[in-house]
């Protein structure tokens, strides 16, 4: 059986106000707020009366109606049981509200408290906890505030009271104790958390990054797609540098962005070939007796002739550079060594000694009938032949220069 008023029976009944409501809490509040705790009232005495919003009944926005019950839950009439969806319980009027057991001068922090944490309360043991970080701890009570809703956004809304004090006191160990204090704090620990600064302690400098390195970083991640893990597995590409930059980072991190690889494994399996390269170049150099280090032009003018499906196998490029070894400039010979074999679809040992063979028994007449040095009597130096290797050497090497 289900037996009820109809909801036109229902509009004319009565809904009891406690004139303790009407003496000591409508008089502060406004009058949505008024508005809004009657009509919810109504539909506590009678609950099909909530079959229609409050924000509907009454034409109020929603965050009108939220900002009100917000508003008695400070003053202790109502308790917002859960968020979304919005439940709301009311209490008697009789129950101490929360403004009789806080102490005066605090009532007005307590109010900002609640509409802060809203639609969690804090309950009096809490809340005596928040009162030794303003008596104990001599925070401000702007700063007490900004201290709860930034461990809010550190660790959610139903952040612990324990970890809330444990930060105070350490904002209080470290003299912050102002409201400009904690702003000033919390953003030097943006700060602190930005990529920007992973890169410059990868490079170890202690140092805060600034602006434009941080604009610089946002667009790399932004703008290119990079993330973290992958910025930092480019640095060290950045070693060799005696100071490494965000400029310079950039470059390397545009050059991959270009051949779309963005992603951390894409960017390590480039790092490995990378090295790769770097160490074939170098067994080169020894080769031909260079100690110095291969740049990465050097690599770059070496990868044309191993690259591709036309490109020369390694063991045939170093059989070359071993015949550069006493060359002047062994590099340029090498070039025009391995210019020759490419279009000549040299690709093994056996080829390349032959080919070296021939190129010898080439040169060999002009290099022997070539004159013995003679004194120049008008500008007293001496005269030098140049065989055909050697122009080859040096049409090939115009480029080191």
Known sequence: MNIHFSP????????????????????????????????????????????VAISEALNLPEGTVRTALVYWQSKGLVRILKDEPLEVEYLTVEQPAVTTAVPLKYQAFVRALNELIAPRRFNM?????????????????????????????????????????????????????????????????????????????????????????????????????????????VCPRLTNTSSPSFEALGDRLRELYEQNKVKAAD?????????????????????????????????????????????????????????CADAERPFGKLKAILKDWTERKIRTVEEAQKALTERKAAYEPSDTRRRDPKRNTLLNYAEQGVSHANLDDIAMDLDEL
């Open 8 to 51: 036109e029976a229902q509009r004319r009944e009565q809904t009891p106000v406690d004139n303790l409501f009407l003496s000591e809490f409508m008089p502060d509040a406004d009058g949505d707020a008024v508005k809004v705790y009657l009509y919810g009232l109504m539909q506590c005495r009678f609950p099909s009366m909530g079959d």
């Open 125 to 233: 043991n809490e809340l005596g906890h928040i009162y030794d970080c303003l008596e104990t701890f001599h925070l401000e009570e702007k700063t007490v505030l900004e201290l709860v809703s930034h461990c809010m956004e550190e660790k959610g809304r139903n952040v612990r009271i324990q970890y809330i004090v444990t930060v105070g006191k350490s904002w209080a160990d470290a003299g912050i104790f102002t409201y400009e204090q904690a702003r000033t704090y919390i953003a030097n620990a943006t700060v602190r958390k930005h990529g920007a600064t992973m890169v410059l302690r990868r490079w170890n400098k202690r140092r805060s990054p600034t602006l434009d390195e941080m604009a610089l970083y946002d667009r790399w991640v932004k703008e290119w797609g990079f993330d973290d893990e992958a910025i930092l597995a």
């Open 267 to 323: 960017i390590r399996a480039d790092s490995e070939a990378l090295s790769d390269e770097r160490e074939f170049a170098r067994m080169v150099f020894a080769r031909m007796g260079k100690v110095s280090t291969p740049t990465k032009d050097d690599m770059q003018q070496l990868s044309v002739f191993l690259d591709g499906p036309e490109g020369l196998p390694r063991e045939v490029v170093l059989l070359a550079a071993e015949e």
